[in-house]
């Protein structure tokens, strides 16, 4: 029987893999579609999303879903969106690369199930961890945002991107029309309804 988005939830819930299970209010799994064409990826939940055990809820989670509606012409429920980490670092600090290794599985999980066309890696750490885990050489955030990049997963042509994390326009406004450019190029991919992403790459 094939494996759900429900079954590895069900798994995240009563992970005890690392130690932020400790210091975590509430495990954040993911959310959206299980048939997205669109996959966003983030490093790791913060307070409003440790609080509410849903990914991209707080300010920056504002932002991400106003670029997904106002840029992509869709719904947060149209996409799937989640983290490399799936419990708060305490104070957001960065992931350690244990909890990265031990985190990573449920969302390779997460990417088997849902089989998405595009994963969009939202910053530097979960672009250079998607990027190394599919073998796609990465060196910075800066040089490698806004870059469609295709590899062969599962028999499957997948594009990947980078871009900045919507929490880093909060803190360099300029940043904003960098990301609004990136999420226009992914814009072009899902224009016309009834067909496959790669459409446009044949």
Known sequence: MAESLEDIVRDILSCRNCSLYLT?????????????QIMFVGEAPGREEDEQGR???GN??????????NELGLSRKDVYITNILKCRPPNNRDPTEEEIDACFPYLARQIEVIRPDVIVCLGRHAAKTIFEYFEIPFTTISKERG???????????VLFMATYHPA?????????????????????????K?????????
């Open 147 to 157: 870059v469609l990049k295709e590899k062969i997963v599962d028999g499957r042509r």
């Open 60 to 69: 920056a989670g504002k932002l991400l879903t106003a670029l997904i509606e």
């Open 55 to 57: 990914p991209f809820v």
């Open 168 to 192: 880093a326009a909060l803190y360099r406004p300029p940043l904003r029309q960098v990301i609004e450019e990136d999420f226009r190029k992914l814009r072009g991919l899902i224009k016309r």
């Open 194 to 202: 009834n067909t496959t992403l790669f459409d446009f790459f044949s």
């Open 24 to 36: 975590k209010k509430n495990y954040v799994p993911g959310e959206g579609s299980e048939k997205a």
